[in-house]
Every structure is written in C-alpha cells, then in structure tokens.
C-alpha cells in the first residue's frame, strides 16, 4: 500500500512542480525587465528636467552677456541688477576679469560662502565655449556646495569678462525628490570630476563625495546599466545617463529589496500552488486511508507518549509497516529514558564538582549589560545574595584598577571570538581583602538567537599566595647560595693568612666547612638535630654555634655576650638567616674582611622586649651609608618584621656597622 500510495503522489505533484516552475520564471523575467524599463524612464526623465534646469542657466548667462551695461562697464548699475536677477532666479552671479579676479557680485555679503573661479576654471571655460559647467565644489567645510555655468563676455572680439551663475547643489538634490521617485530608490547626479552633485536622500551627507571606484568604472559610458554598492553601503541596480549637456550623469537605483520583489512574488505564487496541492493530496490521502487512519491515530498517539516520556504497549494493526513503525517508538522511547537518567546523572555530577570547586557560576547580557549570579559567584563577589547586578556600575568597580582593562578586554574577546576566554584577576571583597580569582567565560546563544557569556568564577587566591611565596623562596635560595659561596670563599683566604703547611691548612678548611654546613643546617629547623619536640632553645647557644665557622688562629673574631635568652623554635629559621645575612656582608665588606676585625654579639632583656646588638669593631673606615639595598635587606625586614613580629635598626657609623634588634619576649616554656 505506501508503495501505491507514493507512486499516485509522485504521479500528481512532478507536473504540478513543473508547470509552478515555468510559470515563476515567466514571472520574474516579466517582472524584472519592467523595474529595468521603468527605472530607464525615470532616468531618462530626470535627466531631461535636469538638463533644462542647466539650459536655464545657460540662457539667462547668455542674455547678460549681451547687456550694454556689462560691456560698457558700468559696474555700480550693474551691481543692482545682478542682484534682482539672481534674487529672481535664486542664484549668485559674479563677474571676474581675464585674471580670475572677482569684480562684482551679486551679492557680496554672502560672496565668502560661495566659491571663487580660478584661472583653469576660465581656461576650461574659454575651450568650452560657448559656456562650461563645472563640477560641485565649496568654499569652506561649512559652506553649502555650489556649481558654477561659466559664460565669456566678448568685447571687440576679444574676452573682456567671465560671466559666472551660481547655484546651490541642493536645488539639484530637490529636483530629485520632485521625481516622484519610489520609496526604495536612490536617485544620485555625479558631476565630470566623479564627485556626487546631488542626492535625493541625505543630500547633504553625501554631496561632495566621491563615488566608489566600481561605480565609476561601469558609468563611463553614454548611458547603460549599472550596479554595485552606493556610498552607504547599500547594493543597488539601476540605469544611468550621461548629459550631453554638462557630462553629469544621472543615475536611479533600486534596492536589491525591490529588485528581487519578482523573485518573493513568485515565491508566494509557489506556495500558494504548493499549498493547494498538498490539500488536493490529503484529501485524496483521507480517501484511501481511511482503513488506517484509526491505526494511524494510535501510532500518533505513541509518537506523542514518547515526547511525554510515558510508557507505551506495541500496536498491533494488523498493518506491517505500522506495526514496524510502533516498535522504532518503542527502542526510541527506551532510548530516551536511557538518555534523560544519563542527563540527570551528568547533572548531578556536574553540581558535585562545582560544590567540591567552589565554582561559581555567572552569566552577561551584552544588550543591558547585566550579570546573572548564582549563589556562590555572589558570596564569592561580596554582593550579599544578589542574583543581578551590572557589569560596569557594581562588578568593575571592586576589581582592582590595574586588572579593569583586562577584564573588559576579556569579555569583549569572548563575544567577538567564540572561543573559551580565561583571565586571573584581583577583586575587593568586603573587608576589604584583596581576592585572586579566576573567570572563564564562552559565547553562547539564547534561545531568542542572542549572544551571551556564560563562565564560572574560582577563588584562585591560595594558589596565587603559593605562586608569590614560591619566588620569594627561590629568590631567597638565590641570596642564599650567592652569600654561601662568598663566605666560602673568604674564609679560605682569611685561613690561608700565615699557613705554610698544607696539610694543617686543609685539616683546618674542613673543620670550618663542617662547622658552617652545621651552622647552615639550622635554618632549616625540621630537619635541624636536637630541635625535635622543643619549643624553646637557648639564644645564646644557637647564636655561638652560628659564629663558630669564623674563628680564625683561635681568636674569637665573633663573641656572644650579655643576658641568657630564649629563642622559639619558630623562631631558628628566621634569626639564623639574619645572622647569616650579617655575617656574610660583614665577610664580603665589614669588619671580618679583615684579620684585626671583630664583632661583639651583645644580649639584653627588658620588661617587654629582648635586645640583640650586633657591634663590628677594627673594620674598615665606613664613609657613608649604601645608596641602594639588594634582596638581603628585604630578607633582614621579612624574618624580623614579618616572622618574628619585632624591628630593626642599622647605623652606619665610621667606626663600624651597628645593628639593633628588638624582639618580644617569648613565653616561658612549661
């Protein structure tokens, strides 16, 4: 049966198809070639009333070259009557010498705004005779545009004048209008130097401008065809006609909405028989189906429940193709259950990992510019449960300002591109702490069809933290092994000062190394002996141990005295790298640079505070204080300020550096 149906189908819609066919393409070539004839007559017209416009000109020119008065030279005369014609024809009349310079005016007052002949316009006109037309110009950016018609003025058979009429490009631009042109056409008059003289819709907009360089290469003929995009960008086809007259050419354009008008007029012929047909067809289809038709309601039925995603029973209709039909329905509806728990769990998996993330979730409207934030995207912005709010008056301004540009480079970049934008930035929360986090965004459509960006937001200031600790780390491991190798290298030369054995001289060089490795492995005080389970060790001790590598012919180049104090455990790192840090600027530059040098390490307690000087003596003289500080004294001001809570002060004194150091008594251990 669907094999004779299909045929009886086929058999009524082919010649239906090829009869609609013919007749949309009768239509459309119809329909074409009379927008082509009309826009030729319209063209043909406005070239005509245009051309007698310019004829106007040319006549009455020619009229007052004839007067007596001009050629007698009765300039105050002529004045006034210059000045009723052109009042009458609503033009400026000038008059200039053989040497283009202006002699009378029609009217002078206004004569800055019109624009002046020079000496090629009068030689363009002296070869054009009997007068010469010359393109649309100004006077100055504000001055409307005028063209000229140029006539000499013969005087004994000789040119005595150049007779000049005037007109304002606009009146041109209102005979367009006065065309009776259709709504979706242009009308445009571009002048011998290719430049637009007139328009019939933003005159003033255009006139003056050149017309595109395609547009001129197809209007260089007498008249013809032409088409391509107008100055506004529109594409347009018309016709065009180049005057004899003035080698103006008027040209009418027609939008490519009207032109293809023929093509949506046939179109809806199309439907309309296409319409008829399908009708004609599913009557004759009710005719011979309607033994299936309650099978076929039933099957419709199942198609509907599995939308619904309900449960539906095999049909048996005794029908075989129905029957196969029903049981696709069946698997599809199987599968859409399958699929629809998946969705739930790949739903379910998504929510647990943005919980576990603490991913927020946001979305911007670039028609309002708006955001949409879920509840953790506002907590984590400080908003205070608001759900809405504006990208530019409440979320950039708690971004912080050398991150704004970036942010709103980012989002414009993710609307332009389609491609998934990350960027890692600072905002304010409400203390105000400074928050690293990181947004990712990507263009979506709405179902309107309208872009949006939807991205997730991270608190990414842990990991930022880390970044930044890790390059103070490594810049500090830096300083570390620069400082290590120069006290290394100092102390083999202040050890090799009197030693003539070399066997002594090496066994002394491996003491001190392993009294420095020892003094060196305090600062790492995980790993440091005897520091295990303690909370407080002897600072006096610990301070000896650090100055036992520089003992040099059994003096004590560095001594520790004073009052017995408690150093924290927490506290072994930091005042072992300001020991360090000392000791070795004190080897490179101070006093144990030199063999007679010495530094007294002296200890005091107070009611609130203990007291560390470091005290050099028999140094080299100091002349003044460093103009710059390097990374050691960022260190110096990390361990004492930062880490241990406490200040320091270094005075440069000639006799020899002294540092003080003052640290808050540690509690008294159990």
């Known amino acids: 049966m669907r094999r004779h149906l299909t045929q009886f189908a086929l058999a009524l819609l082919l010649p239906l198809i090829v009869l609609i066919g013919f007749f949309l393409w009768l239509l459309v070539l119809q329909e074409r070639n009379h927008i082509e004839n009309q826009t030729f007559e319209v063209t043909q017209s406005l070239t005509i009333t245009i051309d007698r416009e310019i004829y106007g000109l040319q006549r009455a020119a020619e009229i007052i070259s004839y007067s007596s008065i001009l050629k007698n030279g009765r300039f105050d005369i002529l004045q006034n009557t210059l000045r009723e014609m052109a009042r009458e024809l609503k033009i400026n009349i000038t008059l200039y010498d053989p040497e283009a310079k202006l002699l009378v005016a029609s009217d002078p007052a206004q004569s800055g705004d019109v624009p002046l002949l020079s000496t090629a316009d009068l030689e ?28 000499p003025v013969f005087a004994d058979g000789k040119i005595r004048y150049f007779l000049a009429l005037t007109m304002e490009a606009q009146r041109i631009s209102d005979l367009l209008n006065m065309g009776g042109l259709s709504k979706n056409w242009i009308a445009i008059v571009v002048d011998q130097n290719d430049q637009v003289l007139a328009r019939s819709s933003n005159s003033i907009d255009y006139t003056g401008q050149l017309i595109p360089s395609n547009l001129r290469a197809v209007t260089q003929d007498m008249q013809g065809h032409w088409g391509g995009k107008i100055l506004d960008g529109k594409e347009v086809f018309g016709y065009y006609i180049r005057s004899a007259l003035n080698d103006w050419r008027v040209a009418i354009g027609v939008s490519r909405s009207e032109y293809n008008q023929p093509v949506w007029v046939a179109s809806g012929y199309f439907v309309f028989l296409l319409l008829g047909t399908l009708l004609l067809s599913a009557l004759l289809a009710g005719f011979f189906g309607r033994k299936i ?29 129905l029957d196969v039909v029903s049981d ?32 927020g979730v946001w979305e911007y409207n670039p028609e309002d510019a708006g955001v949409t934030l879920d509840g953790r995207a506002s907590h984590m912005l400080a908003f205070q449960g608001r759900r809405q709010i504006s990208f530019v008056e409440d979320f950039l301004p708690v971004v912080h300002e050398e991150d704004k540009l970036r942010v709103q480079s980012a989002m414009e970049n993710a609307l332009q591109s389609g491609d998934v934008v990350r ?41 930022q933290m880390a970044l930044e600790q890790r390059e103070v780390v490594a810049q500090e491991l830096n300083h570390r092994l620069k400082n290590m190798f120069a006290v290394i290298i100092s102390l083999m030369s202040l050890s090799a000062r009197g030693k003539s054995d070399v066997e002594d001289y090496v066994r002394q060089m491996r003491e001190r190394m ?57 506290h072994v790192t930091p005042m072992s790298l300001v020991f360090h840090e000392l000791v070795t600027n004190s080897v490179k530059h101070g006093a144990l640079s030199v063999p007679q040098g010495h530094v007294t390490i002296r200890l005091s307690k107070h009611d609130a505070f203990m007291r560390m000087e470091w005290l050099e003596s028999d140094g080299p003289e100091i002349l003044k204080e460093p103009a710059q500080r390097g990374f050691g004294s960022r260190l110096k001001q990390l361990s004492i300020d930062v880490q241990m809570q406490g200040s320091f002060k270094e005075i440069w004194d000639r006799k020899g550096l002294v540092c003080i150091i003052q640290l808050p008594l540690p509690d008294s251990p159990l």
């Open 124 to 151: 363009r006109a002296q070869r054009a005779a009997p007068t010469y037309v010359t393109g649309v110009r100004r006077a100055h950016d504000k001055a409307p545009y005028y063209f000229s018609v140029i006539r």
């Open 293 to 321: 038709s309650a099978p076929v309601k039933k099957l419709a039925a199942q198609a509907k429940a599995v939308g619904d995603v309900q449960s539906i029973r095999p049909l048996h209709s005794g029908i075989s193709e």
């Open 328 to 359: 696709a329905l069946i698997e599809a509806d199987k599968r859409n259950r399958n699929k629809e728990l998946k969705l739930l769990e790949a739903q379910l998996r998504l929510q647990m990992a943005l919980d576990a993330g603490n991913i």
């Open 423 to 463: 960027e890692t930035f600072r905002v304010y929360d409400t203390d105000p702490h400074t928050l690293w986090v990181t947004g990712i965004g990507r263009r979506i459509y709405t179902d309107s069809g309208k872009p949006s960006v939807l991205g997730l937001i991270v608190n990414v200031t842990a990991e």
């Open 514 to 570: 392993t009294a420095l490795a020892g003094a060196f492995e305090l600062t790492y005080q995980k790993s440091a002996p005897g520091l295990v389970n303690k909370t407080h060790i002897s600072l006096n001790d610990l301070l000896s141990r650090l100055a036992r590598p520089y003992a040099f012919s059994e003096q004590e180049r560095i001594k520790v005295e004073g009052d017995a104090l408690l150093c924290p455990v927490s």
